[in-house]
């Protein structure tokens, strides 16, 4: 389905399938024998979703053969690549923490259990905005789960597009006070201007000692549709009915790393073929047939 400025979605329909998607990732990548995340909510909450796809995913029952590139090398370094991105997006936190930061907000959160799952310091307030249907049907299956955040963990059920900065002060945010900000895996999703919006918000939102962790995907700007349509096909042979080049913004916009520091962020990258490297992970085959490319992992501070 084509994305539309009024769109709206839940966790197995449109951009809502995707962090469904990643989840199943990040599950796939903690049951690993030598796992670099341990994420213990992602597979329980895959199958609260209940897209037979993904829960045929964890159960090993996916015919990956039939994949573009489907062979086991690019299957295993599609969840390495969510596992350095996790870990990357984690060490963030935690080092923002480490920082003294005490407040995090974590847009479009999805299937994020960070809340849930990380050591966070005492007196820590994390802020998860999402979709209402997103924020409603996380927060009942994590209960269903018997759950127990580890930080004060307050959503903010509000759409992006909307005036969230608002919705997040009424929440009791406090924009005094340093900030971490995680955008994982959304800015893909946005349009150009609407890119430029967030970071827009965000700073002025925050004050020195904030820190921001994104990413930054070079590929969106001449992205491949038809590879991604492709893609797209193999996958509703095995039963997943879910277009990525319908549900992209693709095109022209603005360079993460260079509009951040527009804006007095101090920034850094690092490619994700680096961080596979460093977690001594094997990078992915020459023939990767990912249409976004290489991504750079983001993160800024603000002095």
Not at 81 to 93: K, L
């Amino acid at each position: 389905m084509t994305r539309t400025p009024d769109d709206s979605w839940d966790l197995a329909s449109s951009v809502g399938a995707t962090a469904t998607m990643v989840a199943a990732a990040r599950a796939l990548a903690s049951a690993a024998p030598d796992a670099l995340i341990h994420d213990p909510f992602a597979a329980p909450l895959v199958r609260a979703v209940g897209i037979e796809f993904f829960t045929r995913m964890l159960d090993g029952d996916l015919d990956l053969s039939a994949f573009p590139n489907g062979s086991p090398e690019r299957v295993q370094a599609l969840i390495d690549s969510m596992a350095v991105r996790t870990r990357f997006f984690d060490d963030c936190c935690t080092a923002a923490a480490a920082a003294g930061v005490r407040q995090f907000v974590i847009l479009a959160s999805g299937l994020d259990s960070r809340a849930y799952r990380l050591d966070w310091p005492d007196g820590t307030v994390v802020y998860e905005i999402d979709q209402p249907d997103v924020v409603e049907f996380k927060s009942r299956a994590l209960a269903n789960l018997g759950a127990q955040p580890t930080a004060d963990r307050r959503t903010v059920a509000i759409d992006l597009r909307d005036d969230w900065p608002s919705a997040l002060r009424d929440a009791g945010f406090d924009a005094g006070v340093p900030t971490a900000w995680l955008a994982e895996g959304l800015l893909i999703y946005l349009p150009a201007e609407a890119q430029d919006r967030l970071f827009d918000q965000i700073t002025e939102l925050s004050v020195p000692g904030s820190a921001v962790a994104t990413e930054y995907a070079p590929g969106i700007m001449d992205f491949d549709a038809e590879k991604a349509r492709e893609m797209s096909e193999s996958l509703r042979t095995q039963g997943l009915d879910l277009d990525m080049s319908s549900l992209v913004y693709a095109g022209q916009r603005s360079h993460v790393m260079e509009y951040l520091g527009s804006l007095r962020w101090h920034v850094t990258g690092v490619p994700r073929n680096d961080l596979l490297t460093q977690a001594g992970r094997p990078l992915p085959p020459v023939d990767d047939n990912d249409a976004l490319g290489e991504i750079v992992y983001v993160s800024a501070q603000l002095s």
